[in-house]
């Protein structure tokens, strides 16, 4: 795939419901297999194109809930279809920095397609140039009802109480605890302003008006979910892979704002700060650095003033202004 400067005008996000590929066969005297592959392979295009123009993410819904309706013969065809497409293309999206997820309803998948989906999840996990969402057996009725049954089913297990179905409003912690200010009102929440927004998707530099608040969050914040009543419920994840590495653990701001490319990719293998590459990552570090009021840290600032990405020398020089100031009493 050719590389080209990508364009900032278009969508960063583009969502695509493959539908009418049965009639378009249909009506060239084919069967309606035979649209389906011809989708399968438009994909492949789409994909491709995606990153040149901007696109981060792409959504495919591929099947409904409804589809089940249709023939048995269809039904199969799609599913073999299915299979062989993520067979084929898994190693092409490695190859081209494609991640891969899947959502929907995996359970009525045959246990084999499933197999295949979490493998194609987990060999693409590190993948960054384009986030490819595949949305199979899904369906808006269908998530409600799924979500409806599951809250009746914690109400009769005795494990919420329908009085406490709903408090947001009348408690204010997650309003009061942000930093940043990202909730404007209950029930509200402004992205432009959430660190967990600001550290992991929010390309370019950060509003400076925002960065003293961002603290010493690297990546993502969770001070509202830590101070949410409904968390009292939460408890340890007991898969191994959800552990925090030790590596990972609290880990020196100096060592990891002189991260280059390569160094920031070997850290971070297996982890999903790796989706947001170097550059985003040591920005959030300097501006870490800035907020620490540690005077040892104006020299690794210092040295990251010339950086060859502009977002990252600028995040350096405002960590130094701000660590000067800091040492003069002016903040």
């Known amino acids: 795939m050719a590389t080209k400067p990508r364009s900032e005008a278009g969508p960063r996000h583009v969502a695509i419901i493959m539908d009418g590929n049965g009639r378009w066969a249909q009506s060239r005297g084919r069967p309606r297999l035979f649209g389906h592959h011809a989708g399968a392979r438009r994909v492949r295009e789409i994909v491709a194109a995606c990153p040149d123009l901007g696109v981060e993410?792409?959504?495919?819904?591929?099947?409904?809930?409804?589809?089940w309706k249709r023939t048995q013969t269809e039904v199969a065809g799609l599913m073999s279809l299915f299979r062989?497409?993520?067979?084929?293309?898994?190693q092409e999206?490695?190859?081209?920095?494609?991640?891969?997820?899947?959502?929907?309803?995996?359970?009525?998948?045959?246990?084999?397609?499933?197999?295949?989906?979490?493998?194609?999840?987990?060999?693409?996990?590190?993948?960054?140039?384009?986030n490819l969402t595949i949305a199979i057996n899904y369906g808006g009725r269908d998530e409600v009802a799924r979500a409806t049954k599951?809250?009746?089913?914690?109400?009769?297990?005795?494990?919420?109480?329908?009085?406490?179905?709903?408090?947001?409003g009348s408690c204010r912690a997650c309003v009061d605890v942000c930093p940043t200010d990202a909730f404007p009102a209950p029930y509200q929440l402004d992205a432009r302003r959430c660190i967990s927004y600001l550290t992991i998707e929010h390309k370019g530099p950060v509003d400076e008006a925002l960065r003293p608040g961002l603290g010493n969050r690297?990546?993502?914040?969770?001070?509202?979910?830590?101070?949410?009543?409904?968390?009292?419920?939460a408890v340890e994840a007991r898969e191994v892979k959800y552990h925090a590495r030790d590596d990972l653990v609290a880990p020196g701001l100096a060592e990891l704002a002189v991260l280059d490319d390569a160094g920031f990719r070997a850290r971070f293998s297996g982890s999903p700060i790796k989706r947001i590459g170097r550059d985003r990552f040591v920005r959030n570090v300097l501006y870490a650095i800035g907020n620490s009021g540690e005077p040892r840290l104006r020299e690794v600032a210092l040295g990251l003033c010339g950086d060859a990405n502009e977002t990252v020398a600028d995040a350096a020089r405002w960590a130094v202004k701000r660590l000067d100031h800091a040492a003069n009493g002016l903040e």
Request: proline share 3%; charged share 30%.
């Open 57 to 67: 993410y792409l959504t495919i819904f591929a099947f409904s809930t409804e589809n």
């Open 84 to 90: 062989r497409y993520i067979i084929k293309e898994m």
């Open 93 to 130: 999206f490695v190859r081209e920095d494609v991640r891969v997820r899947f959502i929907g309803d995996r359970y009525r998948l045959e246990p084999g397609l499933r197999k295949l989906m979490e493998e194609a999840e987990q060999m693409t996990a590190h993948c960054t140039r384009l």
């Open 150 to 168: 599951r809250l009746a089913q914690d109400v009769a297990d005795g494990r919420l109480d329908p009085a406490e179905v709903d408090h947001c």
């Open 218 to 233: 690297i990546y993502g914040c969770d001070d509202c979910l830590a101070v949410c009543p409904w968390n009292k419920f």
